[in-house]
């Protein structure tokens, strides 16, 4: 279940409120690109920043759209294991496939901590857990070994990784590793990853796609060529705090505004310009795919 390209979808604002009209539309857009499922009120869903009620508003709107469309996983994050529990039992009314969930942050416990943190999750819900890795944003890493013991839990089934140096300890590990750091996708898939859950997917899912399924036929020179000329590009989404880059690509593209919530500001004229451009690159990628995949 837990493999191709998933998109954790952006949470379009207009005059501070969210714009459920424009996610309802995002979310149907995406639900026919081909994309594996849909990740709500993640990192670049700012769901940090949102209120409870917000929260809830995402989730309903995503959820009503999809209706078993796809799978939809409901991100879970902070400081406090507690909170978390708290938090899972209050998304457990919607109809999602299960809950991608961070080690705590800014406490920073050892490994024996984050093994019990997750342990209380697992017991929280009978709904899929997935590990979410990210160490820049926790200030603490899940050691693949811990990883290993988790796996023995029934529903933990896999881990969004974005710490690249874990990639090749994580592909022996009994569950599906995706990819959460989309310029290391490639890395991911050599490595043993099932694919990826990727913001870039916003704009170019089409072709991060195409690249696991030419590395699934054994064509990995060709989808790693193709990845070399994307790769400019997504670094260039994330040359500004994420999601602002992507709201931004998307806003050129007139389907949401380019509102991010404060203390994340919008991108400035310039990166804006090379936005544009990006748009460009991707365009022409597009249309020479069929010859560098021929």
Request: charged share 20%.
């Amino acid at each position: 279940m837990y493999s191709g390209v998933w998109l954790p979808l952006v949470t379009p604002f207009r005059r501070g409120k969210v714009d459920v009209a424009a996610l309802q539309a995002l979310t149907d857009h995406y639900a026919r690109s081909g994309i594996a499922g849909f990740v709500a009120l993640g990192t670049t869903g700012e769901a940090a920043l949102l209120s409870d009620l917000e929260r809830a508003t995402v989730l309903q709107a995503i959820t009503d759209v999809v209706a078993q469309r796809l799978p939809v996983l409901a991100g879970v994050g902070g400081i406090n294991t507690r909170d978390f529990v708290r938090e899972i039992e209050r998304l457990e009314r919607w109809d999602v496939s299960g809950f991608l969930v961070s080690a705590p942050a800014y406490v920073c416990p050892g490994q024996a901590g984050i093994e019990w943190h997750f342990q209380q999750i697992a017991r929280a819900t009978h709904r899929h857990i997935v590990l979410y890795d990210v160490p820049h944003r926790t200030g603490v890493a899940i050691d693949p070994d811990t990883v290993r013991r988790l796996a023995e839990l029934d529903n933990v089934v896999a881990i969004k990784a974005c710490a690249s140096q874990h990639f090749s300890a994580l592909g022996d590990v009994p569950v599906d590793m995706l990819c959460g750091t989309d310029e290391a996708f490639t890395e991911c898939l050599v490595a043993g990853g099932r694919g990826g859950i990727l913001a870039s997917a916003h704009v170019c899912a089409d072709l991060l796609i195409e690249v696991q399924t030419l590395m699934e036929a054994g064509k990995a020179a060709t989808a790693c060529r193709i990845f070399a000329q994307l790769r400019p590009v997504l670094k260039l989404l994330f040359a500004a705090p994420n999601p602002s880059a992507i709201k931004a690509m998307l806003a050129l593209e007139g389907r949401i505004t380019p509102e991010a919530r404060m203390p994340i500001t919008p991108v400035h004229d310039e990166l804006r310009e090379r936005l544009v451009q990006a748009r460009e690159v991707l365009q022409a990628l597009r249309a020479e795919l069929p010859m560098a995949i021929a």
